[in-house]
């Protein structure tokens, strides 16, 4: 192509571009106009992504949790069965000198060695008398009929003293326990069915408080702990009651479930309830510090605190709770279901569980 032909396209791009009014310069600022509009949508949907991910955080943040559930891992084993068959109904009461101790129902209290699982003998006791505790060296008796507590001495039987409460006949059924005890230093607390506890200052062999507690026919379960000079009993259906001798004051606890269970131990009383719940109640402020869950397809039972431990007795399960974290810990199925009156005793590093349908004593190695 020869430069006059070039020449003459030059002119000609120049006469149509003059033709159809076009600005080189208006161009160019248009062209920066789109491209500043491109940016400015660009921002603004970085900025919109941005807002999105913080209202997302915050409604992460803002959401209620919901709690972690733990399977407690089983841990334990039944060590040894021990049959008694001589007893009507056994219930095992404590652990102390070596011996594990479990009243018959039948006036008779049976020794079980600890080392070798098996009955070392039995101990007659005086007509109409149960074995209701353990300790301080001593066996403390009940009498329904006579209406007696009693200290026996643990190699004989022999009534050492004894003290009059009051008598109690009604009851629903004859392996009913009319009087319950618990122990706390000097002081011999008494659970009368169904709604009195009287309070005995044993040195001086005098009753010096004596409580009413809810209402006639309240009571499903007769049950007493002791405790920093405060005692925790049944006050309703779904209720405890925290008596309090210095001032005479009934404290009522709504727990949400019956009572079934109390026990005193790492400075709190522990109370099961049978909407499958542990209270921890302190004895100073009257109120409960912590609700442990139990195994909801377990209906909970006796309680007992030994080796470091709160124990609780659900229908066939054995429920280990540690008292620093407030929760099950480990668990471990013991028998049948339905264990009629099983209670618990805690000691020499084991936990004892009676069954007075079978007739036996179940030794339980939590180590396993």
Request: no cysteine.
């Amino acid at each position: 192509m020869t430069l006059d032909r070039r020449m003459r396209q030059a002119g000609a791009s120049v006469r149509r571009y003059a033709e159809q009014e076009v600005d080189p310069v208006a161009m160019l600022w248009r062209l920066r106009t789109h491209q500043r509009r491109r940016s400015r949508q660009a921002a603004v949907v970085a900025l919109v992504g941005l807002a999105g991910l913080v209202a997302a955080a915050v409604l992460v943040v803002r959401a209620p949790r919901q709690p972690e559930v733990l399977t407690p891992p089983g841990l334990g084993r039944v060590a040894a069965t021990i049959a008694l068959p001589q007893a009507p109904f056994p219930r095992v009461v404590g652990v102390a000198d070596g011996l594990v101790w479990v009243d018959g129902d039948n006036a008779t209290a049976y020794r079980v060695d600890l080392q070798s699982n098996r009955v070392a003998g039995s101990l007659r006791l005086p007509a109409g008398s149960r074995l209701a505790a353990v300790g301080r060296g001593s066996l403390w008796l009940t009498n329904d009929a006579a209406g007696t507590v009693s200290q026996a001495d643990p190699s004989t039987g022999t009534i050492l003293q004894a003290v009059n409460v009051g008598a109690v006949q009604e009851k629903s059924h004859p392996h009913q326990e009319g009087l319950r005890l618990a122990l706390d230093g000097e002081v011999v607390w008494v659970a009368r069915l169904q709604n009195e506890v009287v309070r005995i200052d044993w040195a001086r062999a005098t009753i010096t408080k004596r409580f009413t507690v809810g209402v006639p026919g309240s009571a499903r379960y007769d049950l007493i702990a002791a405790g920093g000079g405060v005692a925790v009993t049944h006050g309703g259906q779904q209720d405890a009651a925290l008596l309090d001798p210095q001032t005479g004051k009934v404290t009522t606890v709504p727990l949400g479930g019956t009572l079934a269970g109390v026990a005193f131990g790492a400075g709190s009383f522990w109370v099961s309830a049978e909407n499958y719940t542990l209270a921890r109640i302190d004895p100073a402020s009257r109120r409960v510090v912590a609700i442990v869950a139990l195994d909801p397809q377990h209906l909970p039972g006796a309680v007992v605190v030994g080796g470091d431990a709160v124990w609780v007795f659900a229908s066939g399960l054995l429920q280990r709770i540690d008292p620093a974290a407030n929760r099950v810990v480990h668990t471990l199925a013991v028998g049948p279901q339905e264990v009629e009156a099983g209670r618990l005793a805690a000691g020499a590093g084991a936990v004892w569980l009676s069954d007075a349908t079978a007739r036996t004593l179940l030794h339980i190695d939590p180590q396993g």
